[in-house]
């Protein structure tokens, strides 16, 4: 079975070709994450019009790569079986350049079209690395839009345990990189300052919220911003724009740590009392900030069994992990999507 899986729900443009759920034939991206760093964040307008400009010459490499690594001098799309694209959760304009490219080759190829939950798409980017996660298997996700603990029973049979309460995990990183002044996307930035920063340097708070899994991020961000004031000799009433002039490189590093070992411990904690419960077979991290080294190492001091986890550019966005969650739906015959009427669902939930 081999899928073409086109990611466009943000700002990484992903196309790739995976056989069977394990095997990653082809894949190519283009990101707008240089254009939206200028501004701090990513800038949906921009994001779309990025996307329609590099759907097309991405699924081309794509293709092209497909050809060539695999030895097919015959037309390459004959050799591919279906088409999955994300059609959420994301942003309108983003997803829409996706679903729409999807649906034109699904209807000119002849191809049936799978439609993916972008969040579901990141935890099968764990079955492209050996040795595969086995079910009942307990996934974290950790991403700049989720932050969510999920048991899954089987293929397409999971229960959502829990998740944030309002701020991503990566949406409180990229916010406090904000306040130390180091640039988008934060959480790469954060950790790498971490580094040359002590962990204990300030004592910051861990949100307590209602429900066993449930996460908060917002008032973690809230008491990063009130101490990186009072360490300026600040109030409340210092402009948070101010901070990063205002800061020195040591404090940004001690923030960054202490703000790291906090966020990290927060998630770690709720996946151990999840792991306790359920016993689950395996445990996964995805989403972006699961290429936090910080998170796979207090999670493999915390853990009795080994974390499955993907090379970074798969936990970040990527065409890949779209494809592979296809190849599942198309072997295990889930239903096909229609290439006439497939909608974007920006608020789409596990
Ligand atoms: O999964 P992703 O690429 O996009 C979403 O679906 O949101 O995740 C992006 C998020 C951003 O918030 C980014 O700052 C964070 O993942 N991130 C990290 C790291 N690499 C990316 N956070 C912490 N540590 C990292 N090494
Ligand atoms: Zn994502």
Known sequence: MIILGIETSCDETGVAIVKDG????????????????????????????????????IVDECMQMFSRENNIFDDPWDHIDGIAVTHGAGLSGSLLVGVLTARTIALIRQKPLYAINHVEAHVYANFLVSPQPEFPLLSLIVSGGHSQLVLFRNHFDYTLLGQTKDDAIGEAFDKVAKITGLPYPGGPNIAKAAIQGNPYAYELPKAKVDGAYNFSFSGLKTAVLRTAQTTVGGDFRTPSTDLPTLLNQQQKYDIAASFQRIAIETVVDKTLKAYGEFTPKSVVIAGGVAANLELRSQLAKALPIAVNYAPPDL????????????????????????????????????
Do not use: F, W
Not at 334 to 346: C, G
């Open 315 to 350: 936990c970040t966005d990527n065409g890949a992990m779209v494809a592979t969650l296809g190849c599942y739906k198309a072997m295990l015959n889930s239903p096909i999507a229609d290439p006439l009427s497939l909608a974007i669902n920006p608020n789409l939930k596990m």
């Open 22 to 57: 394990t095997s990653l034939l082809a894949q190519s991206l283009a990101s707008s994450m240089s254009t939206h760093a200028v501004y701090g964040g990513v800038i949906p307008e921009i994001a779309a019009r990025s996307h329609i400009e590099s759907i097309l010459p």
